[in-house]
């Protein structure tokens, strides 16, 4: 069972660059998110999905996109790449309205804008 | 909204000494309230979860009581071992349909021989 996997684990681009992080898990989770860290600034919502097809905007959306084609699957997207952008970057899913269940995180990707 | 406050780091101690990170909270209603773990270079474990008021919860030592009269849900550990050293995030989720997580800043852990 690999759990939230997310790829890659680093990366670096140039200013303007696009590319997409990608996320898979494979527990039948309804409930994908994504979010960033920053030091000092704990971790931020990015963008979530509630199931296939759904998806909306958290704390921090601007510059990011997402999809929700499948029910394994949450990509995210940079359209432009901008130094502000430069964080790790977590994928994680739960189970939907269950609140006994705690979420499981994904390693990170650490990406750097320059 | 929703928020999270935890103290700030770092926090240093030495082995076995007694640890307290403190945690509060403000939301609507009764959220749940949880503990994640972040050691270096990984992704955030879930340590330990409450989701109702004087529920306790614990793992690997580790304990923390939901109280609502403060809403509060410190950490304690009786006795740390350096490989306890990480970061701590407290977090809560509303009991509400579908909710995401909020986080505090989280509180490094440092734990010396």
């Known amino acids: 069972n690999a759990g939230v996997t997310q790829t890659p684990k680093f990366q670096v681009l140039k200013t303007g660059q696009s590319m997409t992080l990608q996320c898979a898990q494979d527990?039948?989770?309804?409930?994908m998110s994504w979010y960033r860290q920053d030091p000092g600034m704990g971790l931020r919502l990015i963008h979530y999905?509630?199931?296939?097809?759904?998806?909306d905007q958290g704390e921090v959306p601007n510059g990011y996109n997402v999809s929700r084609s499948t029910t394994e699957d949450f990509p995210l997207r940079l359209l432009s790449a901008a130094p502000s952008q430069t964080s790790v970057y977590f994928c994680?899913?739960?189970?939907?309205?269950?609140?006994?269940?705690?979420?499981?995180f994904g390693s990170g990707t650490r990406l750097t804008v320059v | 909204g929703d928020s999270v406050t935890q103290m700030e780091g770092p926090v240093t101690l030495s082995e076995e000494a007694f640890l307290t990170i403190n945690c509060t909270y403000t939301?609507?209603?009764?959220?749940?309230l949880f503990w994640y773990v972040q050691y270096p270079g990984e992704g955030l474990q879930l340590l330990l979860k409450?989701?109702?008021?004087?529920d306790k919860g614990s793992n690997k030592g580790f304990e923390a009581t939901y109280r609502k009269e403060t809403t509060s849900f410190h950490l304690e550990k009786g006795s740390v071992q350096v490989s306890d050293s990480a970061v701590y995030f407290c977090?809560?989720?509303?009991?509400?349909?579908?909710?995401?997580?909020?986080f505090g800043k989280g509180t490094m852990l440092l734990v010396s021989p």
């Open positions: 994680a899913s739960t189970h939907g309205q269950g609140v006994d269940y705690g979420y499981t």
């Open positions: 527990m039948n989770h309804e409930y």
């Open positions: 999905s509630v199931g296939a097809g759904i998806t």
């Open positions: 939301a609507t209603g009764y959220p749940s």
């Open positions: 409450a989701t109702k008021a004087d």
């Open positions: 977090a809560l989720r509303p009991n509400s349909g579908y909710s995401t997580l909020t």
